[in-house]
């Protein structure tokens, strides 16, 4: 089964950028992937999924327009980059995978998980 391992987060200013990446331990391809975030206090909640060949994307509207996702197949590699960061987008950021092949916001229907990054975005 495909493991995956986040990196990337750290501390950033405002308006500043981050790009996370997502390292899966087995061939990626097969399988749709999605960002989501969990800050303190609330609920995970998604950001951006793509499809494997990467020809359909989904973002969540707090995002459209500043985070990018984009995956490498060959690299076995999912990205998100983050542009005109906000102190709102302050949380652990995961990937997942969805076996189901699924371009689609809901994390339970998201099979394997990664551990998380943090980002933190101060004001």
């Known amino acids: 089964q495909v493991q995956l391992a986040e990196s990337g987060g750290g501390l950033v200013q405002a308006g500043g950028s981050l790009r996370l990446s997502c390292a899966a331990s087995?061939?990626?391809?097969?399988?749709?992937m999605g960002w989501f975030r969990q800050a303190p206090g609330k609920e995970r909640e998604f950001v951006a999924a793509i499809s494997v060949s990467g020809g359909r994307i989904m973002y969540a509207d707090y995002v459209k327009g500043r985070f990018t996702i984009s995956r490498d197949n060959d690299k076995n590699t999912l990205y998100l980059q983050m542009n005109s960061l906000k102190p709102e987008d302050t949380a652990v950021y995961y990937c997942?995978?969805?076996?189901?092949?699924?371009?689609?916001?809901?994390?339970?229907?998201?099979?394997?998980w990664g551990q998380g990054t943090q980002v933190t975005v101060s004001s």
């Open positions: 087995g061939r990626m391809f097969g399988y749709s």
């Open positions: 997942a995978a969805d076996s189901y092949n699924l371009v689609q916001p809901s994390a339970h229907r998201y099979d394997i």
